[in-house]
């Protein structure tokens, strides 16, 4: 019971309503909630990528980083375990020339040839409590300025082989200027019997190529870069504080970066940067931009379905719609008793079945009123169109029979009066008139062609005397094969009437035709004045179109004729030049043709 009210429910809405709830629930609802997964959907997959991209980049710059605190590293272990070196920094100089004579064969270039092949060492310096080495390039006097300087009471204070430290001092060639420095700091003590002196070794570390990798990270997170303290020794926000007199900030964790979600990681596992670390601080707006064109798309994607949907169900509603209240409309004129068609596109649809059976009923209905009303009336016009049918038929067979009465009393006048050329002239004329009367069938040989063409022809020699001539050459075996009646005749006419008659001489008209390459060749030529190209150009264009109108109508009718009887396997064409006459050529496959000795043998057998 309740399936049946749903049911009737569901008839009793309009159809409007019922497309317009088709759409909503069948098609916007679906659009919607599926651009809600699949906007949560991405915002999970963006975050999860950020989040791949946050890690990859801060491994990328910490592996940097450690790779260019380990090359000043490796490049100290180089220089610590180089026995020539400790000789040299060992020996005591008899004087300054001594030593000079020692630095430019083995100490000039010693260390600074590691600088190439590491680009990351700004410096390096070799410090010594030797007092006979003379001072100067990378070679330096432990002294009570050295003693007191940061750098040094930094390698004091660790107990570490290998110290990494930041410090801020002055510049080596401006005092003034306070510069930042990052550096491997080294004891000299690899060898037991060199120890007579102290030596301290320190690589300065180029703190701008730190700085180059937290900058190419900037996209992704802001990087930190601290020590042991806590103190920002390079950021991509303050620098590494170049000329900056202050000692280093100290990071501090605010909330705003804590709700980003910082993350730390240390430098490595070695003992020399113990306590250093590499804090990262994601950029909140490459993750919004991420998720705002994410939003956009799907919002533009979203609206872009939702419009051709809207503009498609509307086309069909008003397809349907529309043809439905036409329908409407004339079943109440049936009513009405008012029969009108419904003339519209009824398209071939259902609702287009419905308007043609009913275009149908209606015409059937009004056909059966009309023959109950008007059966007498009908009769009578039937009857007298069938006795008028009769006249015509006694007046067709009348109409021949008079006109050759009529040639055979010119034709006796003639003979009486010795008419010979008339008298000639009128028999061929006859003679073409009775062919074309009992020519039934539609193919005829190319010999009955030709002697209708011939009969023509002597009827225009008649007409044209001492300026027209012709001539045929058909060979023999053509003659046998037949082709549609009067196809050839209309070319010999045109020859005769548009080439002949323009001429100031003796024209000439030619038939020809032979049997060659299993191809039957029918060529009608003249001498008369030709075809201009462009006129040439626009008779071969209406020949083969569809347009039947212009003066080149019967030629169209022999090629449309030879077209549709050898299904466009016929090669016809025209040639001409202005002046020197016209030749036309069809050309007809011998395997499509009939031949008339075939047929009579086979009628013998």
């Not at 159809?15 to 609802?29: E, P, Q, S, W």
């Not at 310096?125 to 930094?154: A, K, L, Q």
């Not at 909330?255 to 909140?284: D, F, M, T």
């Not at 409407?328 to 071939?348: A, P, W, Y």
Request: glycine letters at 6%; aromatic letters at 10%; one cysteine or more.
């Amino acid at each position: 019971m309740r399936r049946w009210r749903f049911r009737r429910t569901v008839n009793d809405i309009p159809l409007n309503t019922k497309f317009l709830l088709i759409y909503l629930i069948g098609v916007l609802l679906p659009i919607l909630v599926i651009n809600l997964l699949l906007m949560g959907r991405m915002t999970d997959f963006i975050k999860e990528r950020e989040e791949q991209n946050l890690d990859i980049s801060m491994e990328r710059a910490r592996k940097d980083i450690l790779d260019f605190i380990d090359g000043g590293v490796a490049v100290s272990h180089a220089l610590n375990t180089d026995k020539t070196l400790y000789e040299k920094m060992e020996k005591t100089y008899a004087d300054p020339l001594d030593f000079y004579e020692t630095f430019d064969e083995q100490l000039r270039n010693r260390v600074t040839s590691y600088i190439p092949v590491n680009n990351q060492i700004l410096r390096i310096g070799i410090y010594t409590s030797n007092p006979t080495v003379v001072p100067g390039g990378n070679y330096h006097m432990i002294d009570d300025e050295v003693r007191g300087s940061e750098w040094y009471r930094i390698w004091q204070s660790s107990t570490d082989p290998v110290v990494i430290a930041a410090y801020r001092a002055s510049q080596v060639n401006n005092l003034a200027n306070i510069e930042s420095y990052f550096s491997v700091i080294e004891q000299m003590d690899y060898y037991d019997s060199y120890n007579m002196f102290e030596k301290v070794l320190r690589i300065d570390i180029d703190l701008s190529k730190i700085y180059d990798v937290i900058m190419r990270e900037r996209d992704y997170l802001d990087l930190y870069l601290v020590n042991g303290n806590d103190e920002i020794i390079v950021s991509a926000n303050s620098g590494y504080r170049q000329g900056q007199n202050d000692g280093y900030p100290r990071f501090e964790l605010t909330a705003a970066n804590e709700e980003k979600g910082v993350e730390s990681v240390a430098i490595g596992n070695a003992r020399y940067v113990k306590g250093w670390r590499l804090i990262g601080i994601p950029q909140g707006t490459r993750v919004s931009k991420a998720m705002f064109e994410m939003r956009l798309f799907v919002g533009m994607l979203a609206a872009a379905i939702t419009f051709f949907t809207s503009i498609f169900i509307y086309v069909m509603l008003r397809s349907y719609h529309y043809r439905v209240k036409r329908l409407s409309r004339h079943m109440q004129k049936v009513t009405n008793e008012k029969f009108d068609l419904i003339n519209i596109d009824e398209g071939r649809d259902e609702i287009g079945g419905l308007i043609r059976n009913f275009n149908m009923m209606t015409a059937r209905i009004n056909a059966l009123i009309n023959n109950v009303y008007k059966l007498e009336i009908q009769q009578k016009s039937l009857e007298a169109e069938r006795v008028r049918a009769e006249l015509n038929f006694l007046q067709s067979q009348m109409n021949p029979h008079f006109l050759f009465n009529t040639l055979n009393a010119i034709l006796v006048v003639c003979t009486k009066n010795n008419y010979s050329d008339v008298t000639d002239i009128i028999k061929n004329l006859s003679r073409l008139l009775r062919r074309l009367l009992r020519w039934k069938e539609d193919l005829v040989t190319l010999g009955e062609e030709i002697m209708f063409i011939d009969m023509y022809l002597k009827i225009e020699k008649f007409r044209f005397r001492d300026k027209f001539e012709y001539k045929f050459d058909i060979e023999p075996e053509a003659l046998h094969y037949k082709i549609p009646k009067m196809s050839i005749q209309p070319l010999v006419e045109n020859a005769c009437k548009h080439g002949i008659q323009a001429v100031q001489g003796t024209g000439l008209v030619t038939v020809k035709a032979n049997v060659a390459d299993g191809w039957l060749r029918i060529v009608i030529s003249d001498n008369g004045k030709g075809i201009e190209p462009e006129q040439l150009r626009e008779i071969l264009l209406s020949v083969r179109s569809e347009n039947t109108s212009g003066n080149s109508i019967g030629i169209r009718n022999v090629y449309r004729r030879f077209e549709l009887y050898y299904n466009d396997q016929v090669r016809f064409n025209i040639s001409s030049n202005s002046g020197q006459g016209t030749v036309v050529s069809v050309e007809i496959p011998i395997r499509l043709l009939e031949h008339q000795k075939e047929m009579d043998r086979e009628g013998q057998t």
